[in-house]
């Protein structure tokens, strides 16, 4: 055992041994000093030329060290007993981990082989053989049949059977087992009791210890509290009823049953329709077995029940000619008549309900069974997670960037790819991409050409808007990587450049994404581009554009759309036309201005440009912004996403049964206190998404857990 432990340490030959290691070092060589004082007797027994009785007894005993078998011969002459030690064996522990119990029965194994050598001596006449044992697990898997264990219990305890019988098995106390002393570090090992085996073998038969490992023949006991499943409940029920039936016929010299027929499973099912009912209907069912009427108060009066041949309460109604089995009484709050529920909903697959409910029916009476079936579907899983939808919290405020008056058109922009459209190069097809720009405040689009989708093309339309439109505040887009790497190269590829001389300073641009499969979060562009294809579709329904014409088609639908009312179009001659996007930019819907003439003063033309946009954005605030904060829908405040729920991530890409679950490590908390944004920690990765693609799955942290401990930990972040 210490060689073992030096071993898996992974100590060289040529290191010292570390202090845990040469305490047992030292205690061994304290105790292989008493070695030199034992004596052992050239013969076993006076006694044993003119014995009685010789019989012999085997210990056996395990640790997570080491196991070990040692066998006695009890010599009896007269009223004299001696006991004396035959022969010993012991084994280290694997080194790959083994049970206890399993340790155990290898000791079980070792004793029984120890023995068999030890009967085998000829000049030894042993009367019989006792194998003596502390492990109750093993002394009852010896009860068992063998089959219906594991490979490595199996084959060990057909071993042991093969070659003893149970009734040589008996059960010792720990400190009663001799060979306990051969499985663990003793500073001072009692030779003597090593030598003559322990005290109670030199006692009459009625002195030894008594046997803790009773078999009980009665019917078993309400199991139903502990079974999650109907089938796995009856069968267990069912099991335990043959093994009765198997020590009934052993006991009567009968052939023994092997398997589950189903005349033992009918009379299980049975023996738990009696226990469900027994708590329920005991007043009923004293009734008839006496031969009495029901009580009329009794909710069973109207429905003729009675007790069939085996004692179960059912139900006898007038569909005999259709169905002569009649539908077994089951209480609607048992839990029995849960899981009989619960077994025939899985059979129908979670589907067809009202089938299901009446197949229940034929069979059982349960009362109230339509409000059964509804909570046994409350509780699936299953169906549960089938059935979960996202719950989208209130629609949040309306950020600044869209109520920011008063500033330059696209101070605040949002942008975003369609397409591909296809056009004609040579003799072939190439493929074109259009970039909207949305100034979020005045609602004006700026439409620019993608030759291609990589992070050169974003730049370059990057850099001709801001040469057009000038440079932006704030810049809002989803997570495609073209704007993401955009984002981080912008800064070194255009700081660069200079304007008469102004460095434009585009490190002062700050992006904003969007989390992913988050498109209601972008709807500001969003219906945009789909307005950009319904006016590219009238003009051209063909679609059969060059890229000069394409350039065209997009700069004519640019206008168009900048050309739309913002405000309601009035029809009486004495109200301001409708406020459009090119007010501000062109001055006018159409874009047409006056020209000056050369008595024109310049300064008063300027200071009517300034009344003119002061008049607009004061037209913009009266007229456009009470229909932009009203809320369209999601009008219900939700309980938020807290850290450490079960949720379900919603997909339109894939298949309900393929969303990925996870659990929530992150999330981002708004000044109303509503969560719109989550980072959850799935199997295949850390992913962000929106709460109206989360649905929250009825599971969660046990008691006491600390969302630190779980995946990725977590923290919250508020929105300031």
Sequence with gaps: ????????????????????????????????????????????????????????????????YAYAAVAYLRIKQGDDIDTVLVAAKCKVAPLKPVSIPRMELLAAVMGVNLAKKVINIRRLNINSSTYWSDSKTVLQWLDMDPRKFQAFVMHRVGEIIDHTSRAQWRWIPTKENVADSATKFIKSPNANRWLKGPQFLAKPENEWPEQDI???????????????????????????????????????????????????????????????????????????????????????????????????????????????????????????????????????????????????????????????????????????IATSRPEVPQMAAIPAARLASFERPFTYTGVDYFGPILVNVGRHKEKRWGVLFTCLTLRAVHIEVAYKLDVSSCIMCLRNFMTRRGTPKEIFSDNGTNFKATEKMVKEELKKIDFDEITIKYEAIKWHFNPPAAPHMGGAWERLVRSVKTVLKSICPTSNFNDETLRTALMEAENVINSRPLTFVSLDSGDDEALTPNHLLLGSTSGYKRMADDNTDLRLRWQQTQLFADKFWSRWVKEFTPDLTRRSKWFTKRPPIAIGDIVIVVDDQLPRNMWPKGRITEVVTAKDGQVRRATIWTPKGIMVRPVAKIAILDVGLKDGEDPKDVHGGGNVTAIK
């Design 1 to 64: 055992m210490l060689l073992q432990k030096v071993w898996r340490a992974g100590i060289d030959w040529d290191e010292e041994l570390p202090d845990t290691l040469l305490g047992s070092w030292r205690q061994w060589k304290t105790v292989l000093l008493q070695a030199a004082k034992l004596e052992f007797p050239r013969f076993y027994s006076t006694l044993l030329p003119n014995a009685d009785q010789i019989d012999l007894h085997t210990f056996v005993d395990a640790s997570e």
């Design 214 to 384: 009773t078999l009980e023949s009665g019917e078993p006991t309400e199991l139903q509290e502990y079974f999650s499943d109907w089938r796995r409940l009856y069968r267990a029920v069912a099991t335990f009823m043959l093994y009765i039936k198997r020590i009934r016929a052993k006991c009567l010299g009968n052939p023994l049953p092997k398997t589950l027929d189903p005349e033992i499973i009918s009379k299980a099912k049975s023996w738990i329709y009696k226990q469900a009912q027994s708590r329920t209907y005991y007043a009923e069912i004293t009734a008839l077995k006496n031969n009495t009427a029901v009580n009329k108060s009794s909710p069973l009066i109207a429905l003729n029940v009675y007790l069939d041949e085996e004692g179960v309460l059912r139900v006898q109604g007038r569909k005999y000619n259709i169905n002569p089995d009649d539908a077994v009484v089951l209480p609607k709050r048992s839990r029995i008549a849960s899981l009989i529920t619960k077994d025939f909903h899985e059979k129908s697959h979670h589907i067809m309900h009202e089938s299901t409910i009446n197949i229940i029916r034929n069979d059982f009476y349960i009362p109230r069974l339509r409000v059964l079936y509804k909570t046994v579907r409350k509780a699936c899983q299953k169906c549960k």
